[in-house]
């Protein structure tokens, strides 16, 4: 029998230090808030099923976690704050070895803090990034309505598998450190609505580490990819 600790709550605020150790939130949460003053710490014990997500403080999870929703398959909103941070798989953040995936199902996901994590696969709707994103290596499972890079923003990340969306707006910084193949998520020409790298600030660079084409963690060509992909 794994020793856990449980949190059994509607509503979770932390202003404060809750150093959870082995956690496990069943049967989920409707709304967790991590105040300016507040700092969260824990291992996660199987999925985490929260609804609604605010960090205005630390939030760290010691090893990969998957996020999704309690009432539905996804949880409707992550927010950080502008001071905000959230870190999974912190252990190994110096090194870069990764323990696992992590998993974010997440409608609508808004960064104005800093988001740290290893590989991650997520799921959502609208990924809005206007403070600092760092990960390993994700992957956009479904597709997005509208990924937005913000003035301030700056996401650094390996790509795996095509970026599919509606609308990408990048007033901010995106390196992507592979190549990457973008296309539509609804439109029959598979080509994006509106891809926009906006001026004075916008600046996207691809392949920056000289890395390949992934899909599912494997290299592969891009007349691959596109058979893959139809």
């Known amino acids: 029998m794994e020793l856990k600790s449980t949190i059994r709550a509607r509503y979770l605020v932390i202003q404060g230090n809750l150093n959870g150790g082995d956690l496990s939130i069943s049967p989920g949460i409707d709304r967790l808030w991590v105040e300016k003053s507040g700092s969260f710490t824990f291992k996660p014990y199987e999925q985490f099923q929260i609804d609604e997500v605010y960090i205005d403080g630390v939030f760290t999870s010691l ?60 799921a959502c709707s609208q990924l809005f990034i206007n403070g600092n994103f760092y990960s390993g290596t994700v992957r956009f499972v479904d597709g997005m309505d509208k990924l937005e890079i913000g003035s301030s923003g700056n996401f650094v990340s390996v790509i795996d598998g095509p970026v599919l969306t509606d609308v990408l707006n990048i007033s901010g ?23 926009l790298v906006a001026a004075p600030n916008g600046d996207l660079r691809f392949n920056t580490k000289n890395l390949p084409l992934l899909v599912n963690g494997t290299a592969v060509s891009r007349w691959m990819l596109r058979s893959l992909s139809t």
């Not at 990457?180 to 609505?193: A, Q």
Request: hydrophobic letters at 35%; a positive charge; charged letters at 20%.
């Open 63 to 122: 090893t990969p976690m998957t996020l999704e929703g309690k009432a539905l398959v996804t949880s409707k909103l992550l927010y950080i704050g502008t001071g905000g941070s959230v870190t999974l798989d912190s252990t190994v953040q110096a090194t870069q070895n990764w323990t696992g995936n992590s998993r974010i199902g997440v409608q609508d996901i808004a960064v104005n803090g800093t988001f740290r994590s290893g590989d991650i696969i997520m």
């Open 173 to 195: 910084k995106w390196n992507i450190g592979n190549l990457v193949e973008f296309g539509s998520l609804n439109r029959s020409d598979s080509r994006i609505e509106k891809f």
